[in-house]
């Protein structure tokens, strides 16, 4: 099955899912439509028809600034987007939460990598080589604070190599997971942070 | 006009992107765009090494078993050679896994297309009543002493223009952080006319504030409300000389032209 009869299947007529800060549904005319978990109750919605416009929409927060990660906690509210097709549905869906329905449907179908967070710092150079050297003890606390405090998605890497990686118990239904296969750009650069810090301290 | 028809191969645009640059991605998403529209490929993404979907998220979400991977770059060096291949793990020009071909195609910024691109860019900020015979062209890249990279593909596009078809009075390169300095322009030029072609992927800090004040047209940085407006008061009277200063180069819709030819390129170079 492919992507986009994937994602149709899983929304029938009628039918509700909740994926990270949205709520999707497909109504009883057959449309797939998606706005803000928080706008369920609201009557004046946006009408946002296009991945464009919904890319454009998801880059900033209500302050106006840039986001770069587009699963931390400040989606934008008072849009909806409706659309007939799966495909178009799923387009609009990646300008706001990009490839996390496939790797969603990766991970059900076992195909999804997990790679360790050790070995994703090994691999970087340039000004990201030093983040290999983070000890034990801080690369829990990439995980545990910096992640959890900026992002919605589920972690399932390990932090170490050799390490299995954490299984991933579903907490509700009806609900589309955000998961986490590998560290992202920022995690790596507060990863460089943290271990320039230990170099630092040591040197003293 | 390309020709490639490719319905049952994706294509997959790779971009820098940026944590702090809004405007950083814009230009890999709108030549998606344009190409998706054309229909000759079965699908068409994006990938960032600084935002999302990065280069690691990517798979997932092609479908197609064969793919061809362009990287919007100015040119080849530590990304084109080091990073991107490391993090889609491709090991020559074309990489099979599992059931998949992944073809590696060169970077945007080293196909001899750009030339044309860059000569068509700069008549297009100049306007069609300025003759380029009475126009110096500059191209200006960032440059840095710690390579020669940096300047090399701006160094190689300046002589194919001098040579093109379009008579610039003058073709020259210069640098952000390396001799020839663009703030020398008005030295190193002597015709009436000068125009100014930025030669990045994408506008930014530097085609926005950095540029503008090293030419003299912006007297300090400034966070306008548009960054684009700094490209809508052409043209800037300076010293007796009129000077146009335009957008980067890889923000011009034809760069979506110059992907195709990477892939076509690819194709002719490897027989297949």
Known sequence: MTLEETLAALLPIGKKLGFGELHLRRTEDALFTAHHREDANEPNLHSLDSARELREWAKYDDEGAFRPLKTAPNLRK?????????????????????????????????????????????????????????????????????????????????????????????????????????????????????????SLTKTH | MNSVSKPESALLILGHGSTENPDSSAPCWDHAETISAMGCFGS??????????????????????????????????????????????LSGPTTIREDMRLHYCAPVGSHPSMTKLLANHALEIMGETVRPEDTALIIVGHGTSLSKNSAKAVKSQVQALRQGSVPFAEVLDAYMEEAPYISDWAKQTSAANVVVVPFFVADGLHSYQDIP??????????????????????????NGRTLWYGSSIGTDPSLAEVILDQVADFDLKYGL
């Open chain 2, 213 to 238: 004040v090293l030419l003299g047209i912006e007297p300090e940085p400034t966070a306008a409300a548009s960054h684009r407006e700094v490209f809508r008061h052409n043209p800037h009277m300076i």
């Open chain 1, 78 to 198: 008072g849009w909806i987007t409706r659309t007939p097709e799966a495909q178009e549905f799923l387009s609009r869906l990646d300008a706001i939460y990009p490839g996390l329905f496939a790797t969603w449907v990766a991970y059900t179908q076992e195909r999804l990598r997990i790679v360790p967070l050790r070995e994703t710092l090994k691999r970087q150079s340039g000004m990201y080589r030093i983040s290999a050297k983070i000890s034990t003890e801080r690369v829990e606390q990439i995980r545990k604070e910096f992640c959890a405090r900026n992002c919605l998605r589920t972690i399932l890497w390990p932090s170490e190599e050799g390490s299995a990686h954490d299984p991933f118990v579903p907490e509700k239904i009806d609900e589309i997971p955000l998961l986490c296969s590998e560290a992202c750009t920022l995690a790596i650069n507060h990863a460089r942070v943290l271990a320039l810090e230990e």
């Open chain 2, 44 to 89: 068409v993404h994006c990938a960032f090494w600084k935002e999302e979907p990065s280069f690691r998220q990517i798979w997932p979400m092609i479908e197609e078993r064969e793919v061809y991977i362009v990287p919007n770059f100015i040119s080849e060096g530590y990304f084109t050679k080091q990073v991107l291949p490391r993090e889609l793990e």
